[in-house]
Each structure stands twice: as structure tokens, then as C-alpha cells.
């Protein structure tokens, strides 16, 4: 069964431009069974449709709830959470990805980066503080992630061979999705997954056995960067700045929540 691993909405990320309800027609219309909700450190697009969506139509089409979460010092991460489980700080950007993992695999969750070769400053190879400690950091970083994302659409495809090469030479399942954010993006990524995959939590059992999982699609040649052209880089340069200025302003509910779940751990040893 084909899912979109990696789905923009409007209701959930700022630059998303496409609905979650006519996401999912779209989708169907292509033959997909199956998208996971990957917007930018939001849940709400998930939300529109849990609320309002859900048991009403499309009820044989499976929405995963995830989430990109922008990592203070590795870029975008994919996350997914079991069904159940309610972090706000998964909403919180600005954690760095050490501390991320730990509270995503003490919760039961999985992660794995997003484009990892990509745009400097939103991708875990390729960030400014990475390439600093680039040796000492990437075999135990890369060990610890679940699954990595091996086909982007939105991507070129030499970044997706080297995603590709991370994959195998580590021996983690890839994921392949659109990344789309418009209309006529929608689809050209996909991930085979197994027909009785219907929640997060299946997927999370499944992807760690290991498995190697058939993903792939349509290059999308029409991203603002192929439209800006060498002015795509001031752009680059501006989301590092609008990056630090976001964790900035999260910081003391970032805080907070941290210490609201230390302090639930604790309750439970």
C-alpha cells in the first residue's frame, strides 16, 4: 500500500498552501492508500482531521500523525509518536537533536531526518554546527536514528543517492514521500508499506525490525529554489536567522515543558 511519508498542510505549516481533506483526495485519486502528517512542529493539520474528517469520509485512507521538527543543530527530523502520546514539546522548535532522541525513543517513538543531505541549516548532514564536528558526530548520531529519508521529491537526485548510501551503510529502512506543499506536488513520493499498517503505532513495530522498504517517485522541478535560481541562497541564509530567532522565542515554554516531562519521568522510577 503506497503512503505519502512526508505531507504539508495548510492547517498545520505556515507555507503549506493545500487543505488536509483535499490532500487526502488527491491522494486517493493517484492511488494511495496512506499519508503520514509531517507539518513544521505543528499538529494541526492532524487535529483538522482527527476532528473533523475522521469517521465522516475517506474511511478506508489512513492519516499517520508526525511531525518535522526543527532541531536546534541537525536540521529537520521526522517523528512519529505512538497513537496516545501527547508532547507538547514535539510543537516546541528548537531542541537539539541529542535530546530529542532520548525523549523520542523514551516515549516509544520513532525519527529519522528529512532530506538529510539538503539545504544547509534544515538538513543533518549538512548543517553549519554538523559540518564543525562532522567526524566525531555522524556514525553514533546516524546509529541512533530509525529510519532515514531516502527519496524527497522536492529534492535533486544526487541528494537522494547520498541519502540512499547513508541508508544502506548503516542498515536503516528508507522513506520516500513528496515533501509537498502544493497542489501539484502531492503524491510524487512514496513508501510501499505492508496492507496492515492503520496506525502509528504499527508502523513504529514495523519499522524497527529493520526492513528494507520500496520507496521512490517523480522528481518536482517546480520548488522555489529551481524558480529563484542562484537567489534561492539569500533565502538559505534568511531561514538560518528566521530559525534562531523561532527557538529564541520558544525557549521558556521549551524549558518549561522539558522540566514538566523530567519531572513525569522521575514519577514513574
Known amino acids: 500500500m503506497k503512503f505519502d511519508m512526508h505531507c504539508h498542510t ?16 488527491r491522494l486517493e485519486e493517484k492511488g494511495f492508500g496512506g499519508m503520514l502528517v509531517s507539518d513544521h512542529n505543528s ?26 521538527y526543527d532541531t536546534m ?17 514535539l510543537e516546541m522548535r528548537g531542541l537539539p537533536v541529542g535530546m530529542l532522541i532520548k525523549i523520542v525513543h523514551y516515549y516509544g517513538g520513532i525519527l529519522g531526518p528529512a532530506h538529510p543531505f539538503g ?8 548543517t553549519r554546527q554538523q559540518k564543525i564536528k562532522y567526524a566525531k558526530r555522524l556514525s553514533n548520531l546516524v546509529s541512533q536514528f530509525d529510519f532515514i529519508e531516502i527519496f524527497n521529491a522536492c529534492e535533486k537526485k544526487s541528494v537522494n543517492d547520498k541519502a540512499y548510501e547513508l541508508a544502506r551503510e548503516y542498515a536503516k529502512p528508507g522513506f ?26 504499527d508502523l513504529i513495530a514495523y519499522v524497527k525490525t529493520g526492513p528494507q522498504i520500496e520507496c521512490g517517485g517523480t522528481f518536482y522541478e517546480r520548488t522555489t529554489k529551481d524558480r529563484l535560481g542562484k537567489a534561492h541562497a539569500v533565502l ?25 516531562i523530567f519531572d513525569r519521568q522521575k514519577g514513574l522510577h
Open 236 to 260: 538559505v541564509e534568511s531561514f538560518y536567522v528566521y530559525n534562531k530567532m523561532g527557538n529564541a522565542f520558544r525557549s521558556y515554554k521549551r524549558h518549561k515543558e522539558l522540566k514538566n
Open 43 to 68: 499538529y494541526d493539520g492532524y487535529r483538522k482531521w482527527k476532528n473533523s474528517i475522521k469517521g465522516k469520509q475517506h474511511y478506508d485512507f489512513v492519516v499517520l500523525k508526525g511531525v518535522e
Open 10 to 25: 495548510k492547517e498545520g505549516s505556515m507555507d503549506g498552501k493545500v487543505i488536509i481533506e483535499e490532500f487526502i483526495r
Open 73 to 89: 543543530d541537525c536540521g529537520h527530523i521526522l517523528v512519529i509518536m505512538p497513537e496516545g502520546v501527547k508532547l507538547w514539546i
Open 176 to 201: 520516500g514521500g513528496s515533501d509537498a506543499h502544493k497542489t501539484d506536488c502531492i503524491g510524487m513520493g512514496y513508501t510501499d508499506l505492508p496492507e496492515y499498517i492503520r496506525s502509528e503505532s
Open 119 to 126: 539545504e544547509k541549516y534544515m538538513s543533518a548532514m549538512t
